[in-house]
């Protein structure tokens, strides 16, 4: 079965770095894109990071130059980097995987159980 296994969150001052992971397991072949989605305490989920099997990404404007999601393949891992980290940024984290996509939107149906991630000011 597809699993998928978030990791790396914890609490850091405005302006560190975290690394998360998204490990998966499973038949992941198939897999057409992945992303990093998060949500705060009576916010929308809101998609933060994206990337595609041919190595694409895409990110939404308020960490662009900030969060860099990459992949290791060999490692069946996907990563998002985050640095210059604001209070703003303070959610939970989930991991999600996507076997198809429909018009350059990814159909996500996998999703792993969330990281926390705490910025203090």
């Known amino acids: 079965q597809v699993q998928l296994v978030e990791s790396g969150g914890g609490s850091v001052q405005a302006g560190g770095s975290l690394r998360l992971s998204c490990a998966t397991s499973g038949y992941t072949y198939s897999f057409q894109c992945m992303g990093w989605f998060r949500q705060a305490p009576g916010k929308e989920r809101e998609r933060v990071a994206r990337?595609?099997?041919?190595?694409?990404?895409f990110y939404v404007d308020s960490v662009k130059g900030r969060f860099t999601i990459s992949q290791d393949n060999a490692k069946n891992t996907v990563y998002l980097q985050m640095n210059s980290l604001k209070a703003e940024d303070t959610a939970m984290y989930y991991c999600?995987?996507?076997?198809?996509?429909?018009?350059?939107?990814?159909?996500?149906?996998?999703w792993g159980q969330g990281t926390q991630v705490t910025v203090s000011s």
């Open positions: 990337i595609d099997y041919d190595g694409s990404t």
């Open positions: 999600a995987a996507a076997q198809a996509s429909r018009g350059g939107y990814c159909m996500y149906n996998y």
